[in-house]
């Protein structure tokens, strides 16, 4: 994956708009950390990153190819190169454990004609459970596991393939301290062992800040913060200071 570019994204031209005017500039094998108030843009910003929302203005281009005005056929080339947890884990409830992590893998063979051996399919699934430490509960339902398990189930199938571009939202929305630092473990592993470019939500702030180098920031819609961690508590928009102290007030 090259570079990932975001040029003046507006959705909802309402008052306050949902995106009003957010540019982005990341480059391959960053780990950026997208932090702010509820409701201010976070999820759908992720969405259009991953072509599975169009928004009303701008471009967002990865490896110079627009993902607003492509293809079809060209954009599923590209989310194909992308693994996606998202927030509410978003497992089928019908198929296996087994089966929801070969979900991404199954689907690129099929958009690019591949024959997949069953048997290497088979220890690839087991590879990644075992990496998230469900390798025993593979022919297990989703309704059958915790929410932390269920949780570690979407992050197998999120980096399946071995994806370019991985995007966590809220990956530990929900889980006590425990499975958290857990969590934050296996993704630690995975972008250390892959390289890949990360891009991560979280309502956690001070678990993001220790887990990503890069920080940005939306507030009502706007970029308000785009730079390095270590320097976000000193930054000079005061709304920026509040928000990682937990200072900020006033309606979101």
């Not at 080339?77 to 978003?90: E, K, T």
Request: one cysteine or more; aromatic letters at 4%; glycine letters at 8%.
């Amino acid at each position: 994956m090259q570079l990932l570019e975001v040029r003046k994204l507006h959705f909802n031209p309402a008052v306050p708009p949902v995106l009003d005017g957010v540019s982005l500039r990341i480059e391959p094998g960053q780990t950026v950390g997208l932090c702010g108030p509820g409701a201010s843009g976070k999820s759908l910003l992720l969405k259009i990153l991953c072509g599975l929302v169009r928004p009303e203005g701008g471009r967002v281009e990865i490896d110079g190819l627009d993902l607003c005005t492509c293809s079809s056929a060209a954009l599923r080339a590209v989310q194909s190169r992308i693994g996606m947890l998202f927030q509410n884990n978003a497992l089928f409830d019908s198929m296996t454990v087994a089966d929801n992590v070969s979900f991404p893998l199954r689907q690129r063979a099929i958009q690019q004609g591949i024959r997949l051996d069953e048997a290497y399919v088979r220890q690839l699934v087991h590879e990644r459970l075992r990496a998230v430490g469900l390798a025993d509960h593979a022919d297990k339902l989703p309704s059958q596991l915790s929410g932390g398990q269920r949780k570690r189930v979407a992050l197998a199938r999120a980096v399946m393939t071995r994806p370019e571009l991985i995007i966590y939202d809220e990956p530990t929305a929900g889980l006590d301290p425990v499975t958290t630092a857990r969590i934050y473990d296996l993704l630690r592993r995975e972008r250390d062992e892959t390289g890949a470019t990360v891009i991560i939500v979280s309502s956690d702030v001070e678990a993001l800040m220790s887990f990503a180098p890069r920080m940005v920031m939306l507030y009502r819609g706007c970029l308000r913060y785009d730079g390095p961690t270590d320097a976000m508590a000193n930054s000079p928009d005061p709304v920026v200071r509040q928000f990682v102290r937990g200072e900020l007030e006033g309606p979101l």
